[in-house]
């Protein structure tokens, strides 16, 4: 098993190079110039012409790629262009909240997804399995932008049940913690469900046709004639069954969440790397973007490791391809 992961992180790290490096040349090639950002208009060309050639902006841009990743192998991942604040530490102030969303709509999306596909498929062509059908093509439908400002339009401007934004109630910080978990969770609420609804909607359609083709399998029919309950045979045969291309669509569906949940974390002014990362992009603070980049680049390669090492844990022929 370890000889595996390191197989597999050895076959990752070009991947995080190469996810790098276009980043890099994306954000060089978007028009506007950092330095005028922050620069008082009074200042001199002399003057920006040297600051943009102390910061390295004035070198062709694979250099600058290149002496961004030395620093980076030092530990450097440079200081924000605004604020002067170095980008990790203003990158781990909000790496928490972001796991929170993330982590909780993921387990959340996991917990109801199995028991609703495991339901849709055994229950095919019922009353059940059409309005969960319907529910699942309508959560697919839908933005998740959009419907996170439905939620806010609904929940918090008609009923008045939930804060439009924010992670807490700022009169909360000398309270005792539960006080403080529970407001957490209370403005967590609508975010949650924004991504929780269209991560439900396509894994429960996946789960569901794993679930009918796995039901249409031979050795099922002849569990059946055996006399095994129907239970054994959805909870046992069936449900470890589904579980590698369930593991496998997670590896892959593990970007788009952390992404998703970045596009939500700017609509509910949920102070994570998402919001972070859209504050740079308008204010050209490379540092703080690349930084961002590289993080989240992490974050996913060890999402898909685990995804196959949970594949191969499951089913251990994996790890014998890997070693031939």
Known sequence: MIRYISQRLLALL????????????????APGDPVGMFMDPSVNLEDI??????????????????????????????????????????????????????????????????????????????????????????GLSMPSFWLGLMLILLFSYQLDLFPTSGFMNPLLYGEPFYKKAGNILYHMCLPLLTIMIGGIAGLTRYNRFGIIKILGQDYITAARARGVSESRILFKHAF????????????????????????????????????????????????????????????????????????AYIDPRITKKGKS
């Not at 190079?17 to 060089?28: D, E, N, Q, R, Y």
């Not at 050639?53 to 002496?67: T, V």
């Open 14 to 29: 070009p991947m995080l190079l190469g996810v790098t490096f276009i980043a890099f040349i994306i954000m060089k090639a």
């Open 49 to 138: 012409d040297r600051i943009r050639s102390n910061l390295g902006f004035d070198k062709p841009i694979l250099i600058q790629y290149l002496m961004w990743l030395k620093n980076v192998l030092m530990g450097n991942f440079g200081y924000s262009l605004i604020s002067g604040k170095p980008a990790l530490q203003a990158i781990l102030e909000r790496l928490p909240a972001t796991l929170l969303l993330s982590v909780s709509s993921l387990c959340l999306i996991l917990l109801i997804t199995f028991p609703l596909g495991i339901l849709c498929g055994y229950k095919k062509d019922t009353p059940i399995d059409d309005g969960i059908t319907v529910f699942s093509f309508l």
């Open 240 to 311: 470890k069954n589904i579980l590698l291309p369930i593991i496998t669509l997670l590896g892959l569906d593990l970007p788009g969440l952390i992404s998703g949940s970045y596009i939500i974390e700017f609509i509910f002014s949920w102070p994570g790397m998402g919001q972070l990362a859209i504050q740079s992009v308008f204010q050209r603070d490379y540092p703080i973007l690349m930084a961002v980049i590289l993080l989240s680049s992490i974050l996913i390669i060890i999402g898909t490791l685990i995804a196959d090492i949970c594949y």
